[in-house]
């Protein structure tokens, strides 16, 4: 099946599943005022606005305003990133993102399979064994690296144990010298060192796996999630033959919190000679509203690639909604 033809019918299908259980559309713009809080992501700008990087705010305000009966809300939406193109990157992608209420980050996991299992039920894959969504494995950042480099990682640990790991495991990090707040510091050259180690040791063995769900992530790469009593972010990547399709998390419900972590992330960007993301003041003020709310964000043409066998992401380019 040519790959847009792939696209649309998964389209279609996806937006019956998800209204099947409950979920209600919503279509958000594609000029925003503000499009990301992490600080790693680039969004395009056009004049004074941007293309969104994922519809996570304008969901998240949709949901706010919602009569207290809606479980759950979703968009299939156009998302814009200023990432290097390759075989798994392009700057313009498909998201599927989904908010429920009243559930944890820990049960969106089970959702997402059932996702994968009706769309292969829809369209079946010639290049799967029967069995591919049976073998799942769920397990803690903190797990697999005590799996894999019999280490006992903890959610705050201090920059200088990062870097003994890196050390011993032959990792150099170009890390610029960041004119920035020593403790802001910190969390980012923790973020670095972390990320290169997870890319090079930790990712590879996720690739024996068909599917595998990655739970609670240190504070650092947290995004907008709620944090434990122990310091992890309430965080669940997916991945499937190791590549991430999916990322999901408890959401912060603290005005005050979600501000002082954008202001936060914001030093970092100006620190590395970026352009500071404009706080949106309507997330930070309805995030009371996101309390015991949980949500996922999955990348539509990559899960396509993995299950049914698409060799680049630049096969998409020319398909359309």
Known sequence: MHPQSLKQQSIRNLRRFLEENEFLENFSNLLVT?????PYIDPLKVNNYYLPTSPEFALKKALA?????????????????????????S???????????????????DFLTLII?????????????????????????????????????????????????AQKNNIHCKISNLD??????????????????????????????????????????RGMAELSDTGWAKRVECFIEGLEIASGYQEMS??????????????????????IHPLDEMVIETAPKMKNVSGMALGLERLLMKLYTINSIQFFKHSSF
Not at 91 to 109: A, D, G, Q, S, V
Not at 266 to 272: D, P, Q, Y
Request: aromatic share 12%; charged share 25%.
């Open 34 to 38: 503000s499009a990301a809080i992490e």
């Open 65 to 89: 305003f919602e009569p207290m009966d809606v479980k759950g809300i979703y968009e299939i939406a156009h998302a814009f990133r200023d990432d290097p193109v390759s075989s798994y990157h």
């Open 91 to 109: 700057k313009e992608f498909t998201m599927i993102e989904w908010y429920k209420k009243n559930i944890k980050y820990t049960e969106l996991p």
């Open 117 to 165: 299992n009706y769309l292969l039920e829809k369209i079946p894959s010639e290049n799967l064994a029967a069995n591919f969504t049976k073998n799942i494995h769920h397990i803690s950042i903190k797990d697999l690296f005590k799996s894999i480099l019999k280490i006992n990682l903890q959610a705050n640990w201090p920059l200088k144990e990062y870097e003994k790991l």
């Open 180 to 221: 920035i707040d020593s403790l802001i510091k910190n969390e980012y050259l923790k973020s670095e060192i972390f990320t290169v180690i997870f890319d090079n040791l930790i990712q590879p063995h996720l690739k024996e796996m068909n599917i595998c769900y990655v739970y609670d992530f240190p504070p650092f790469l």
């Open 254 to 275: 603290d005005p005050k919190e979600i501000q002082n972590l954008w202001e936060n992330n914001n030093l970092i960007r100006k620190a590395m000679g970026k352009e």
